[in-house]
Structures are given as structure tokens and as C-alpha cells.
């Protein structure tokens, strides 16, 4: 009989090849499927690392509280091991965040504060936690353990799973946990590898890693969830990346219905970010090349939004 528990069966996700939206031979272009994890996104992966260790370290004890801001995803995975390992869950999401995260992370037994705009989601879970007897903020956005889950499974999975054969791995970055480790551990390997992060238009991180400054005037709004911010966080390593592309929430809902359309896959925005990303690198590389990108997580958490015709009409003026 079976011994593995729903905690066992995160990460190991496949790695698949993009032949129909990148037909020519000289590109190969693999996407690895993050949504095969038990909710569904990669936030799993940080989640189950960050709370197992602090479990060991005496930082989360029996019958304690885990409290999080998140823009959805990290919400879900939360509340999948709180629920596994007998801790209450607190989830302080935007309002921006999708329904389905919202509900998907009630349904499994967190509390969801929703904050409307203007309101610091992040600092708001850090005021919840702070109010709480023996509570545990997972704080992704500024906890190194972030970065350590991606250096630890995910960067060698994919060095795994190319047998260090690639040129470039593509990924968006919102916590920044998810390109830092995974980028730290395959340059260790091949310095040569490319690291290009797809940032939405209206987010500090583009302006900041081309000038090195932050604008001080109010930042732009953006539809697409997950990616890009309005401040530096601590998890986002600059000295790893090679290349920030700037892109529209058109441009990535676009190619997201692409992907589901001609590659069968129903993914979410920033994966269309990144997969915009990617055939803008294979239509400027010269030679052959191996780039390797992130699906984050499911279309299936966007149907009233990116893939609902009416919504879509709603907001194209923003996008």
C-alpha cells in the first residue's frame, strides 16, 4: 500500500516541449507545469519548505497560527498545510485576487481577509501575526527560505530534467523566491545560462534593473496576478538576472489563450507572460537554443477573468 501523503506529491512536475507554438527546430522551448502540484501553482513548493522548517526549528509549534499576505496562489498552499499538519490558517489577499483563489483557499479552511486597493496586503498580515499568540508569517516576500525552496527542488529539477543542456530559463518574478533560487543554482552550474524576467508594465521591477533607481511617483496598475511589484522585496536578486522584458497584460493574456488553443494547456497570466517572453527571445536568437520556462499555475483559477470573454471587453482599455 501507498505510504506518500498529499505533502509528498508537490514538485517532481513535468517538463514539456512547446512544438506547436514554437514550430522551428532551431528553438526548443520546454515549459515546466507547475500546476500539477496538489493546489494547483508553484506556491506549494515554498510553502511546504518554509513551514517544514520552521517546524524543526521550534519557530512553528502544534496548534499554532500561519498567517500570510498574498496575491492568491500562496493562499491555497497555506491552507492545504495548515489543514495537513493541524494549523489554523490566515490569508490576507488584495482585492485584485481572482475569485477562485479567494474561494479556493476558504474551501480549504483558511480565514480570508480581503484588502481593497491602496491597503497594504502584505503589512496587514504582518499586523494580523503580530496580534497572535505563537503565530508564523510566512513573509514570502522577504523570507530567504523563499529563495532556498527553488535552489533546493526546483533548479534541479530542471538541470535534471535537460541534462544541463539549456541557454535560458524564463520566469516572471512577483516574491522574486521563484527566479532568485532557481537561477542561483543553475548559474553555479553553467554560468552561461540567460536568466530573463518579464515584468508588467507599471511595476518597479523593469525601471529598477535598468537604472537602479525607483521611481517616487505612483506606479501603474496591471490586470496580470502574481508578477511584478510596487517595491522592492528582499527575495528578488538582480545580480542574477540578465534581462528584464517589459510587457502589457494584453500581450500575456494573449499569449496565454494562445497556449491553451494550439499547445492544449490552460494556464494562467503570468504564464502567458513568460511564454510572451519566450517567443520573443526565440524570434531574436541567432543559432540553435534550449530555453526552458515556468507555467506557474492553472487557467482553471482565472475562468471569470482572463478567460471570460465579458470581463476581458471590461478591461481591454486597461490592458
Known amino acids: 500500500m501507498p505510504e506518500q501523503t498529499l505533502i509528498d506529491c508537490i514538485g517532481r ?18 515549459a515546466k507545469l507547475e500546476f500539477f502540484s496538489p493546489t494547483g501553482s508553484i506556491k506549494d513548493r515554498i510553502i511546504r519548505h518554509i513551514v517544514l522548517k520552521a517546524e524543526s526549528e521550534g519557530r512553528l509549534r502544534a496548534g499554532g497560527t500561519i498567517v500570510e499576505g498574498t496575491s492568491g496562489n500562496t493562499g491555497a498552499a497555506v491552507a492545504m498545510i495548515a489543514a495537513l499538519r493541524d494549523y489554523r490558517s490566515i490569508v490576507v489577499m488584495p482585492e485584485k485576487a481572482s475569485r477562485e483563489k479567494q474561494e479556493a483557499a476558504k474551501a480549504l479552511g483558511a480565514e480570508v481577509i480581503v484588502c481593497p486597493e491602496g491597503i497594504d496586503y502584505i503589512g496587514k498580515a504582518l499586523t494580523v501575526a503580530e496580534g497572535i499568540p505563537g503565530a508564523f508569517c510566512i513573509n514570502q516576500y522577504d523570507n530567504p527560505d523563499n529563495i532556498e525552496a527553488h535552489y533546493l527542488e526546483t533548479g534541479p529539477e530542471i538541470w535534471a530534467d535537460t541534462g544541463g543542456r539549456l541557454d535560458y530559463i524564463v520566469a516572471g518574478a512577483g516574491t522574486g523566491g521563484t527566479v532568485s533560487g532557481i537561477a542561483r543554482y543553475l548559474k553555479e552550474r553553467d554560468p552561461r545560462i ?12 523593469g525601471p ?28 528578488m536578486d538582480f545580480a542574477v538576472i540578465d534581462e528584464v522584458m517589459t510587457f502589457r497584460d494584453s500581450e500575456a493574456f494573449h499569449a496565454a489563450k ?23 527571445l526565440a524570434a ?13 499555475d492553472s487557467g482553471l483559477k482565472y475562468l471569470t477573468k482572463l478567460y471570460d470573454d465579458q470581463w476581458y471587453a471590461a478591461h481591454r482599455e486597461e490592458s
Do not use: M
Open 13 to 30: 512536475t513535468p517538463l514539456v516541449a512547446l512544438n506547436r507554438l514554437f514550430p522551428q527546430k532551431r528553438i526548443k522551448v520546454l
Open 258 to 280: 494562445q497556449l491553451a488553443r494550439h499547445e492544449g494547456i490552460l494556464a494562467g497570466g503570468s504564464s502567458g507572460a513568460n511564454i510572451w517572453a519566450c517567443q520573443k
Open 284 to 296: 531574436a536568437i541567432e543559432g540553435d537554443a534550449v530555453i526552458v520556462t515556468l507555467l506557474p
Open 194 to 205: 540567460k536568466v530573463v524576467v518579464p515584468d508588467p508594465e507599471g511595476s518597479v521591477y
Open 208 to 235: 529598477y534593473f535598468r537604472t537602479g533607481k525607483i521611481d517616487a511617483g505612483p506606479h501603474g496598475k496591471y490586470l496580470v496576478e502574481g508578477v511584478g511589484k510596487n517595491h522592492l522585496v528582499g527575495c
